[in-house]
């Protein structure tokens, strides 16, 4: 059968099962796009490819299938690069298709060129510039395949125009051979010493943690993980990465460690005499000062990336491997701790002095915005998906909305991406559109990727967005109040401007307001019962308020600053 | 003065704070552009440096680097390098447990009727002339980089138009052949 290039890289999509691809026509990408129109697959139509990116990370991350996105070449391309840098940062796999300018013009600074294999080389697991029409199958399937497989990640395909154009024989890789992948071998044996020199740490432990990450998650090791907890009673913390993946109504589970961790979490790890780390990377948001960081401990270190191994912190244990086969492994050996009791009275005690905290909320003053969240989880159905941009909103988001389920919280982690939340929960919600989906949103992040709200009321995604708007970027305004003297610098927005319920109804969206507590309620109400359009409301909030506990940037997780309501307690 | 044992001075006198990675690679586009970005953006040096085809066949190239085992970790630099998808495998060799050879094309001034004291450097160090005119000649000496620094240290005090080195290439020594 005969392809055209264009053809063949659309059918290449289907036979990956893509259902949904986010992306923008232009130039180069242009031939692909006329076969799109009699194929079943889905186009959303994004109105800045930093949405698509972002949207195919939400889809990824909500149903666990990889997300696709598609632009144009040059600024199409580039326009998608700090996507691309998100997923890299936090291991989500996504497929990028990019145009290219026609073979013969690359490197000659033709309309619209830009070298994006080599700008994306560094933040893509791989990519893939196609330089033969026969090969467009191939690098489609292994760019899923890579994508997928072993520590997941974004993979880019580079396609020429002229390839595009051109005619091919049609095929299909039906092996891992096919791919032509001689230098990856993703899969790997978890080496059985190494699993029992793991074992033997967890009997001699009487202080251990399971400090569980995104890894967690991506291996589908949440069953395991919970009969692992609950036969050993170890405590668990989550990382923000690992949100949902064991639940926070478990009592077992101590909550997010970190710099604005719960007390009992990040405490429990900086005495513990054992971490059980499950795909995490010890990154610096939650060690804090490395050589500070859990002094007393062991470290068995289960990753399946090997060059995590080590790389932080030195691992008395290190298994290469996903995590879910090291919790079997563990399960059939019936592996138990030492005693635990002296441990949990001392968390438990954690727990009961430093809960999470903040202000009472009153009637007519501004809202708080942990209020708001509370407010809007208490109302939210069961399974509710939850996105969030980057700062203060997202780490509030992240302490004061319960999470029971793996694949309900979509955020940006490592790249700390400002402007996530609103296309992520796109993504999302066209992943699972029988789901609830609010955005737990900034008024500074809002502002950068608002515009996909159009999108949004165009495809009849009918996202719920809950802008926690203090009139700041909070996140930045909290460090210059803690650290600079409070010399504010570059950080005031403006609540009025731009005004926000005017915006969301210019892009088809419902516009809400809420200045106090009964219109909160009032406000989430009316969310609650619109089901066709998106949502987006305006919560007027305190500026003054902090996210707490806080380690300052650099310190030890033993100088934890807890919420002012808590100090006299100390 | 040192003189090393030329050719045959097998056993390197090289700092140990080098590693020697020989990488099987993909012979495809780009290829030697990511190992040299995975260097640059994980603060990873690099001493030398050398890219030929491979023996097995046109698929594969070779690359030794000689890597700071001092500015990171030698497991991190591998296991970093391991990712890369067209990296097939990667030996990593001790300098101990490697035979390594580097070549050196050094010009000097010298005109002809002054030109035995440098034909004593060449004979000692196991240099060759490969090049003659009526003021230089270019001698060459492939050997050990320790061979190779000597060399160079003797010809400071020359005129030394120009000087080029390789960068060492290596293979495991028979009998200690390990892979990563």
Redesign the interface.
């Known amino acids: 059968m005969k392809l055209t290039g264009a053809q063949a890289l659309i059918k290449s999509l289907e036979q990956e099962g893509v259902e949904v691809i986010f992306g923008l026509p232009g130039g180069a990408i242009l031939p692909v796009y006329d076969p799109l129109i009699d194929s079943t697959i889905r186009h959303v139509l994004v109105r800045h490819e930093q949405g698509a990116g972002h949207m195919a990370e939400g889809y990824a991350l909500a149903t666990g299938r990889p997300g696709v996105a598609m632009v144009t070449s040059g600024p199409g391309a580039t326009n998608i690069v700090t996507a691309i840098s998100n997923a890299h940062m936090d291991s989500t796999p996504i497929v990028v298709i990019t145009g290219q300018v026609a073979s013969a013009a690359i490197g000659t600074d033709a309309f619209q060129e830009c070298d994006i ?2 700008i994306t ?2 933040i893509t ?2 990519n893939f ?1 196609v330089r033969d029409v026969q090969d467009i199958p191939r690098a489609v399937a292994a760019a899923f395949h ?1 994508a997928t497989t072993g520590r997941p990640g974004p993979v880019l395909v580079d396609l020429p125009k002229d390839l595009a154009q051109s005619t091919m024989e049609w095929w299909y890789p039906s092996s891992l051979e096919e791919l032509d ?4 071998q993703p899969a790997v044996a978890a080496s059985p010493s190494l699993i029992e020199a793991a074992s033997r740490l967890i009997s001699d432990s009487s202080r251990p943690v399971l400090y569980v990450g995104g890894g967690a998650l991506k291996s589908e090791a949440w069953d395991e993980l919970r009969s692992f907890a609950e036969r050993t009673q170890i405590p668990v913390v989550t990382t923000l990465m690992a949100r949902g993946v064991f639940p926070d109504s478990h009592p077992l589970n101590l909550g997010m460690p970190g710099m604005h961790g719960v007390y009992s979490a990040v405490t429990a790890l900086q005495r513990a005499d054992l971490l059980i780390t499950l795909g995490a990377r010890f990154d610096d948001r939650v060690t804090g000062k490395v050589s500070a960081f859990a002094p007393e401990a062991r470290v068995i270190h289960v990753d399946i ?7 932080v912190r030195r691992a008395d244990v290190a298994i290469r491997s996903d995590v879910k086969t090291v919790l079997r492994a563990w399960e059939s050996e019936r592996v138990l701790p030492r005693d635990l009791s002296e441990w949990w009275g001392q968390i438990n005690e954690w727990r009961a002095q430093y809960p999470l905290v903040y202000d009472p909320p009153t009637e007519e003053g501004l809202l708080r915005p942990q209020a708001v969240i509370e407010a809007i989880a208490e109302s939210a159905p069961a399974g509710t998906i939850v996105t969030s941009g980057v700062g203060q909103h997202q780490m509030w988001a992240s302490q004061f909305w319960p999470f029971e389920e793996p694949r309900t919280w979509v955020n940006s982690g490592g790249a700390g991406t400002m402007g996530f939340g609103v296309p992520a929960a796109i993504g999302a919600k066209a992943g699972r559109p029988e789901r609830t989906v609010w955005c737990i949103d900034g008024d500074g992040c809002f502002q950068m990727t608002a515009q996909e709200l159009v999108t949004a009321r165009a495809e009849g995604i009918p996202i719920k967005v809950a802008i926690l708007n203090n009139a700041y970027l909070g996140m930045v305004r909290q460090w210059q109040e803690m650290f600079y003297e409070e010399r504010y610098s570059e950080v005031y927005l403006s609540p009025d401007l731009p005004d926000y319920v005017k915006w969301a109804e210019a892009m088809g969206c419902v516009g809400l307001r809420a200045t106090n507590l009964a219109e909160m309620r009032a406000a989430i109400d009316k969310a609650n019962s619109i089901h066709d359009v998106p949502v987006v409301i305006d919560f007027r909030t305190d500026s003054s308020e902090k996210v707490f506990p806080m380690v300052a940037a650099g310190a030890s997780n033993d100088d934890i600053m807890v919420h002012p309501l808590q100090r006299s307690a100390q | 003065m040192n003189t090393p044992e030329p050719f045959l001075g097998d056993v390197p006198h090289s700092p140990v704070r080098h590693h020697i990675l020989s990488v099987l690679v993909e012979n495809k586009s780009g290829v030697l552009a990511r190992v040299a970005g995975l260097f640059a953006r994980r603060g990873f040096n690099i001493f030398s440096l050398a890219v030929a085809p491979a023996e097995t066949s046109a698929r594969f190239s070779r690359i030794t680097i000689v890597v700071d085992a001092e500015s990171a970790p030698l497991e991190q630099i591998v296991g970093q390098l391991s990712k890369l998808v067209n990296v097939v495998s990667i030996s990593d060799l001790a300098p101990k447990d490697a035979i390594e050879r580097e070549l050196m094309l050094a010009t000097i001034r010298t005109n002809v009727d002054d030109r035995t004291g440098l034909l004593d450097v060449v004979g000692t160090s196991g240099a060759a002339i490969v090049d003659v005119d009526s003021h230089s000649v270019t001698l060459m000496l492939s050997g050990t980089p320790a061979a190779c620094d000597v060399l160079e240290r003797e010809l400071e005090n020359y005129d030394t138009l120009e000087l080029h080195r390789t960068g060492r290439v290596a293979l495991p020594r028979l009998g200690k052949r390990a892979s990563a």
């Not at chain 1, 992948?181 to 990856?184: A, E, K, M, Q, R």
């Not at chain 1, 990336?305 to 790389?311: I, N, P, R, S, T």
């Open positions: 294999t080599g080389m560094g697991k791989h510039l890579i992948l001689p230098g990856y990336d090997a060059a995590e191994h080590h790389k």
